[in-house]
């Protein structure tokens, strides 16, 4: 017993001695930051977002109505969303609301009938992409206890005879609203207000009594609390607050927005022009998402309740300026087989008369009236946003409630788009917008890929034809290459097109499942990429991360910025890393010595001269920290720094949905000696340190919002690993006990034998 002791001392005496020796021997690496070493100007509008109607983010989404299919203009079922029970019912087109709204139900009720609608639900376990069709048919609705809501719907009464009622379908919930369809002898919209008693999930119920037929359409429930609810500009639609919070607090300087059949249609019959997503909600066309898939049953449509108007008071409110996005008369390629026709027409396969009737199925083809037709379309667009309120289309928004233009500045021709026929009609475009609108600056699609043909074709033409012309890249990237990303501009051409990043993300960061791949690691792998952005701002005008929202078991892709359910979000690493870089950077970068990445630390430094303030980004992608010596020279004296940071243990650290927060900003303050400080950069950590000099007096830093309790984050391997090892531990203390006992015991006996003997 003795000698075990005797041995655990020397063990602990040993590893004392090497801790001792190792911090003591341990070099910090030295950051400079001086000002002779300013360089070029950053753009102001650097970070930005991207949004598209992809995994419920804007209808089930932004879009403040709960009520799924409202129109009944789902194409492969005109149920979708309903359950229906009544003597009969069926959807009908003959005399509708309007041609964009022809579809209604008609329901005939022989003493009791329902209609509900499950609102936009479920459809995937969690953290999977397994269907579930009992979650698919759970109303999930999810209202809130007090929260008032406004129900309307067009009625027109055939010969029907009793009441109707309405009633938020939830546990606990007993308010009604009961109304008669009396005066409905036309199409007749009927608004009122129901209150929820309880916080649930739950559907939209209208209960009907009586005998006969009545027609119903365009049905809405809007919780009443939502952003814009009501107001002048926002007269068609509003913004699920909790959404458009957290939208705001990422402060994007710009708002890249798209709607999928007018940006990258699936075919040429479904492009649908931007003037029938603006206007009345009831006379805008709905079509079907590309994102459903109705095999699988996930499946939804685009009502276009966030129109172009609403993206551009969108982005206004934002304080972010509007990157639309529009096709180049172009349908999506990846659909429509573009690659496999191309190789079988490079190859011989297909004839020239065969390969151009191919793409007359897939593009619109210049100067043709069809052609000219869309062109115009495109040019009364940019009339809508920056005309004022005396030509045509400026009128017409004046007339929706925003006389002002909303002075766009940009518009991206085709998205993803490629190869010789994008490249045919963007020429067009492009004359055609810079003849009469030469402020405007074009961005012209690079394709979807990283280092592939296509990128560096598409960056040829636009570096020898279009210097004035930006390049919108995309991607999504795995296995870490984003890290080596970093580097990707090093090596463009200074004088060439700048370069828009239209849509990136982690898409796998080898760690989580779905929603949880968004954690510190790939939060991590994305700023240190950043990093590079920064320090090539010269080459790289704006950048949006994409997908920004996603509901969770909806998702169409494994990442999202913010995920979200019925009634809470959840804001992820990335999202924090994104908010951190966006709301702290400067206006001119400062060259540095430190190299550190072969050892998985990246650094950016910019200041701002006019606030002076010096931003240093420091990521660690290792689970070692490192000492570092940050020394400020020519700013005059500097003394003290702000720093906000992320840092976690384990590499899946994440934050979900219904569980404690675990991944957030921190803030701390540091104090310069003689302009130097000693900065430990911690493992597995984000950091944006602030650092004001000269007259500042930190008064100009940007601020945290309130984030509230940050609780650690146990892997999942610890929680199991924690109990054995306090079980072991129990075990050997208990076991530790009886030896010490048995020799307590034995040596007792000894003595008393001995005492005996003598």
Not at 291 to 299: A, R
Not at 309 to 323: D, H, R
Not at 721 to 727: A, Y
Request: proline share 2%; glycine share 6%.
């Amino acid at each position: 017993m003795k000698k075990a002791i005797s041995l655990f001392v020397v063990l602990a005496i040993l590893v004392s001695v090497t801790v001792v020796a190792f911090t003591f021997n341990k070099k910090s690496e030295e950051l400079l930051i001086s000002k002779d070493n300013i360089s070029y100007d950053i753009s102001s509008s650097l970070y930005g977002i991207s949004i598209e109607d992809i995994g419920f983010a804007c209808d089930g989404g932004l879009v403040s109505n709960l009520v799924n299919n409202n129109s009944f203009e789902y194409e492969t079922d005109a149920f979708l969303g309903w359950n229906i029970d009544a003597q009969s019912f069926s959807v009908q087109n003959k005399n509708g609301l309007n041609e964009n709204n022809k579809n209604y139900l008609s329901v005939t009720v022989d003493g009791e009938g329902s209609i509900l609608n499950n609102g936009y639900t479920e459809f995937y376990d969690y953290k999977t992409y397994k269907f579930n069709e009992k979650k698919k048919n759970t109303p999930d609705m999810g209202f809130e206890k007090g929260e008032k809501y406004e129900f309307s719907a067009y009625f027109k009464n055939v010969n029907f005879d009793g009441k109707l009622s309405v009633s938020l379908n939830a546990k606990g919930n007993s308010e009604s609203y009961g109304f008669d369809l009396t005066d409905c002898k036309e199409w007749t919209k009927m608004i009122f207000q129901i209150e929820s008693e309880v916080s649930a999930d739950g559907g939209l119920l209208i209960s009907a009594e009586g005998t006969g037929t009545f027609l119903m359409d365009f049905v809405s429930l809007v919780p009443m609390s939502s952003h814009g609810f009501h107001e002048e500009n926002w007269k068609y639609t509003s913004i699920r607050s909790d959404l458009f919070d957290a939208l705001s607090e990422l402060s994007p300087k710009f708002l890249r927005f798209s709607v999928d059949h007018l940006s990258e249609s699936t075919s040429l019959s479904d492009t649908v022009s931007w003037k029938n997503t603006v206007g009345p909600l009831e006379k805008r066309q709905q079509i079907r998402n590309p994102w459903s898939d109705d095999e699988k049953g996930i499946s939804y449509n685009i009502s276009n309740a966030i129109g172009y108007y609403e993206y551009f008071l969108l982005c206004e409110e934002l304080k972010a300026f509007p990157v639309p996005v529009i096709s180049a008369g172009v349908s999506c390629q990846s659909k429509n087989g573009y690659s496999e026709m191309y190789e079988k027409y490079k190859n011989g396969a297909l004839v020239e008369d065969e390969w151009q009737s191919y793409l007359d199925t897939i593009a619109l083809k210049p100067n043709t009236p069809e052609w000219n037709s869309y062109v115009q379309d495109i040019l009364d667009f940019i009339e809508f946003a920056n005309g004022s309120a005396d030509t045509k289309w400026g009128a017409v928004r004046a007339e929706y409630g925003h006389e002002k233009p909303f002075n766009m500045k940009y518009i991206t021709v085709g998205d993803e788009a490629y190869g010789d026929v994008y490249w045919r009609n963007f020429d067009e475009i492009y004359k055609a917008v810079k003849e009469k609108y030469p402020e405007i600056t074009v961005i012209a699609s690079a394709g979807d890929g990283n280092y592939s043909e296509v990128l560096d074709g598409a960056r040829d033409i636009v570096n020898s034809r279009y210097k004035d012309v930006l390049l919108d890249e995309h991607y999504y990237t795995a296995g870490g290459s984003l890290f080596d990303m970093r580097s990707k501009y090093d090596a463009y051409e200074r004088n060439g097109a700048e370069i828009a990043v239209g849509e990136w993300a982690v898409k796998n960061s080898g760690y989580g499942s779905v929603q949880t791949k968004n954690n510190i690691r790939s939060a991590i792998e994305g700023a240190a990429y950043l990093t590079g952005i920064e320090k090539n701002a010269d080459v790289v005008r704006m950048i949006s991360y994409a997908p920004v929202l996603s509901k969770v078991n909806a998702q169409c892709k494994d990442v999202s910025l913010i995920w979200f359910n019925s009634n809470e979000i959840c804001l992820t690493p990335d999202y924090y890393t994104q908010m951190l870089f966006a709301n702290n950077f400067g206006t001119k970068y400062i060259s540095t010595d430190l190299n550190m990445a072969d050892s998985g630390i990246y650094e950016s430094v910019t200041v701002d001269t006019e606030k002076k303030i010096i931003y240093v980004k420091l990521v660690n992608s290792q689970y070692k920290s490192t000492d570092l010596t940050i020394d400020v020279k020519g700013f005059g004296n500097v003394n003290t720094a702000s720093v906000q940071y992320l840092s976690e243990t384990f590499k899946s650290a994440c934050n979900e949905l219904g569980e404690e927060l675990h991944v957030a900003p921190k803030e701390s303050t540091y104090s310069f000696k003689e302009n130097k400080l000693d900065f430990t950069l911690e493992g597995l950590s984000v950091n944006v340190i602030r650092i004001p000099y000269g007259e500042n007096n930190a008064a100009e830093l940007y601020t945290l919002p309130e984030i509230g309790i940050v609780t650690p984050f146990i892997h999942s391997a610890f929680v199991l690993v924690i109990p054995c090892i306090i079980t072991f531990l129990l075990v050997l203390t208990g076991a530790a006990v009886l030896i010490n006992r048995y020799s307590i015991k034995k040596r007792a006996k000894n003595k008393s034998s001995k005492e005996k003997s003598e």
